[in-house]
């Protein structure tokens, strides 16, 4: 099972601005396993979201290599090897919610049966079962973005990057919805990569958390959870995960996250 | 009874601010047309009292403002008295003019679409042909129009052709610079979301920048379809006031003739806001269908 499917050695990246360099992630070696859940925590300017966009081929390292399925970026996202959710839904008006999660369906070139199927299938896992033919409007904003993580699941990937997906919903949505994602995540048995910052969600969600310091992005820790694969919001009274969440505070505390 | 009250409440204002233009358009007639009317009564030796006055500064045959009674007389005898097919019809003249004022709005549309595609795909294009299309529009269209009628006539191009043209120059613009900022309109994180799919400047172009697009299309339509009925009537004014809107306007102020100028004036008026409001219908409809507007 310990099968690495993304890889990261000596990455780093350098924007260059106006102001002079920016060092967005410096010296980052990960390997996330097949089937992990893995969660990036830090402050904004930690490069946590750079990192997500370069395993995504969205952004090109200044140096080092990262593998995805044993590939280059490039050649992965070419391959469509994985699904990514941004932090707005980004759905389009003028298509329903089947029509939105058929979207990357057209462009791979499914066939209309097989669109049909997994717009199906893949509202159903989200739980919008019978909202396919209503427009984006008519949902709430959780909805929305429940829509934008079927569309990331419709098509064959099985990497599924998600960028701060919650981050703009109440706290209420987001535990539902963090419920939900670990469901899913059990069924579908993917890989995925979350981007946040809140400590509970990322103690909550993730089999390995990665604490990262901004200026220059680097890693500070990896923690390995002890909580089991299978568990429920009432994990998050245990005393297991206060320790996991308290060590994730020291880690942003030693990279000098709260300054 | 709650559709009459809408009604009310669109029209209301509208019926509102047009009651007033009209008083002011009374006054400003007796004003205007006062000197000579007591020029008239001073050769006849005789005095004007004040209704009289009134009532002869409206009824003159060549007044400098005609009365708006007498214009809506005029365009009631040209339209409605008169047959289609003769020349004194202005629903003819409209019509010789709306034709023109379609086929260069429908020209102009096309080149407008065909320069902000091609705009919004090539850096060369956009840093090439954007300031030329900006210059174009700053050339006085009176000035333009003659040369092209012109040129054109001594190729052996007349007719529909050539005020079509004037039409799209003018028509073309608005399109350009409406449909580059629509084709433009997709974020960030819509084009990062199609490179995540491996999707085709070609696929995002049809299923992203074009249905994006469409509320700065119908924007741009709007003020295209008014431009080009300038167009046509500016391109009517160097062929010698054959036929049109515009022929009627210049041979009105060759004889004089004030009250057929401004009843060709009202009708061009009409005209104009009748196609803006067409195609603010079909972009209802259009938008309301794409889930755009609610």
């Known amino acids: ?259 | 009874m709650t559709r009459l009250a809408s009604f009310w409440h669109k029209a209301g204002p509208v019926l509102c601010i047009l009651l007033v233009l009209i008083a002011v358009w009374y006054g400003a007639a007796v004003a205007l047309n006062a000197a000579w009317a007591k020029d008239k009564a001073a050769r006849a030796g005789t005095e004007l009292t004040f209704s009289e006055l009134v009532s002869d500064t409206m009824s003159q045959e060549k007044p400098l403002l005609p009365a708006p009674h007498q214009v809506a007389q005029e365009i009631y005898k040209t339209t409605v008295l008169k047959k289609i097919t003769s020349k004194r019809s202005l629903i003819w003249h409209g019509w010789i003019t709306l034709s023109a004022t379609l086929l260069g709005f429908v020209f102009g549309t096309a080149l407008g679409v065909l320069l902000a595609v091609g705009i919004v795909h090539s850096r060369a294009m956009d840093m090439s042909v954007m300031p030329w299309v900006i210059t174009s529009q700053t050339i006085p269209i009176l000035a333009v129009a003659p040369m092209v009628i012109v040129v054109l006539n001594a190729v052996g191009v007349s007719g529909l052709l050539p005020k079509a043209i004037i039409s799209m120059y003018l028509s073309f613009f608005p399109v350009v610079v409406g449909m580059v900022k629509g084709l433009r309109a997709p974020d960030h994180m819509q084009l990062d979301q199609m490179r995540t799919w491996n999707a085709s400047n070609n696929t995002t172009f049809w299923k992203l920048r074009l249905p994006s697009s469409m509320p700065y299309f119908f924007a741009s339509l709007k003020i295209a379809i008014a431009a080009s009925l300038v167009g046509a009537i500016v391109g009517e004014l160097p062929t010698g006031a054959v036929a049109g809107l515009g022929a009627r306007l210049l041979a009105g102020s060759y004889y004089g003739q004030t009250i057929q100028i401004w009843s060709a004036l009202i009708c061009a008026a009409v005209l104009a806001a009748a196609l803006v409001a067409l195609i603010g219908v079909i972009e209802r409809a259009t938008l309301k269908r794409m889930g755009m507007q609610q």
């Open chain 1, 1 to 259: 099972m310990n099968q690495t499917v993304i890889s990261a050695q000596n990455l780093s990246l350098t924007f260059q601005t106006n102001d002079g360099p920016v060092h967005a992630l410096k010296d980052i070696n990960l390997d996330i396993d097949k089937g992990d859940f893995v969660s990036f925590i830090g402050p904004s300017g930690c490069g946590k979201t750079t990192f997500l966009r370069v395993m995504a081929d969205l952004e090109t390292p200044t140096s080092g290599t990262v593998t995805v399925n044993g590939m280059s970026p490039a050649e992965a996202r070419m391959k469509r090897a994985y699904g990514y959710v941004f932090q707005a839904a980004g759905l389009y008006p003028w298509r329903t919610i089947g029509g939105n999660i058929r979207l990357p369906l057209e462009i791979m070139g499914y066939s209309r049966e097989e669109q049909a199927k997994r717009v199906a299938n893949v509202l159903e896992l989200v739980e919008l079962e019978g909202f396919d033919k209503k427009f984006p409007w008519q949902l709430s904003g959780g909805m929305q973005q429940r829509a934008s993580i079927a569309r990331a699941l419709a098509f064959d990937a099985d990497i599924l990057l998600m960028d701060e997906p919650f981050g703009a919903l109440d706290e209420i949505v987001r535990d539902h919805l963090n419920e939900q994602l670990l469901k899913l995540w059990a069924r579908t048995e993917k890989t995925i990569g979350f981007v946040t910052h809140s400590i509970p969600e990322a103690v909550f969600l993730s089999t390995k958390i990665v604490v990262m310091s901004p200026r220059p992005g680097r890693i500070a820790d990896v923690i390995d959870s002890t909580l089991p694969r299978d568990r429920t919001l009432d994990i998050r009274e245990t005393q297991e995960f206060a320790d996991i969440a308290h060590r994730v505070r020291e880690g942003l505390r030693a990279g000098h996250a709260y300054d």
